[in-house]
């Protein structure tokens, strides 16, 4: 089993900076990709960046030029660094990682976290 914590989110003015982390702990071997999802009241999960083990990012179109997706992986740690925010970003943010639990079996597993809210003021 494994668990993420979630940390970072909080109260910014338009135009502020914050920075997502997330802590994956428990049965790993090796995690495959990392991302980040929002949800805003009303609205469907979105993705907003991922990273994969290979170092591949991807983001979505609302987000490029502005947050940064980056992961530490000898602490099984993602972030999302947040920049120039605006009202529009203010959601609950979700981490999800793909885990690899066994060296010998090569199927993943994937897991979300609890959400931490950033709420963007105008």
């Known amino acids: 089993q494994v668990q993420l914590v979630e940390s970072g989110g909080g109260l910014v003015q338009a135009g502020g900076s914050l920075r997502l982390s997330c802590v994956a702990s428990?049965?790993?071997?090796?995690?495959?990709?990392m991302g980040w999802y929002r949800q805003a009241p009303g609205k469907q999960r979105e993705l907003v960046a991922t990273?994969?083990?290979?170092?591949?990012?991807n983001y979505a179109d609302s987000v490029k030029g502005r947050f940064t997706i980056f992961r530490d992986s000898a602490k099984n740690t993602v972030y999302l660094q947040m920049n120039s925010l605006k009202p529009e970003d203010t959601a609950v943010y979700y981490c999800?990682?793909?885990?690899?639990?066994?060296?010998?079996?090569?199927?993943?597993?994937?897991?979300w976290g609890q959400g931490t809210q950033v709420t963007v003021s105008s």
């Open positions: 990273v994969t083990s290979g170092g591949s990012t």
């Open positions: 428990g049965t790993i071997f090796r995690i495959n990709a």
């Open positions: 999800n990682v793909e885990v690899r639990s066994s060296s010998l079996l090569a199927n993943t597993v994937g897991y």
